[in-house]
């Protein structure tokens, strides 16, 4: 799986777990639903941290929580 691929998978994942639809963690968050589209449909190739961030905070969680998942393992992701 691509790192985009990984990052779209631990939204979900994430949204699963604390409740949220990807638009309401977007609403919740005050990042633009679209953004965050464009982040799980891996059309965004490149997430800002501050936008992680974001949505880490409104998760409760940290960025290290967010990363730390098999999904990130070095192992897991293929490069293009």
């Known amino acids: 799986m691509t790192f985009q691929e990984a990052v779209s998978k631990r939204i979900f994942d994430l949204c699963d ?3 949220y639809t990807p638009n309401g963690l977007a609403e919740a968050s ?3 639903p679209s ?5 799980t449909t891996c059309r965004n190739i490149n997430p800002s941290s501050y936008v ?3 949505l880490c905070t409104t998760l ?8 730390d ?8 992701i293929i490069i293009k």
Do not use: A, E, R, W
């Open 35 to 39: 953004s965050l589209q464009n982040i």
């Open 69 to 76: 998942s098999d999904l990130f393992n070095p192992k897991n």
């Open 30 to 32: 005050s990042v633009p």
């Open 52 to 54: 992680l961030f974001q």
């Open 17 to 19: 777990k604390y409740g």
């Open 60 to 67: 409760n969680i940290t960025l290290k929580d967010f990363f």
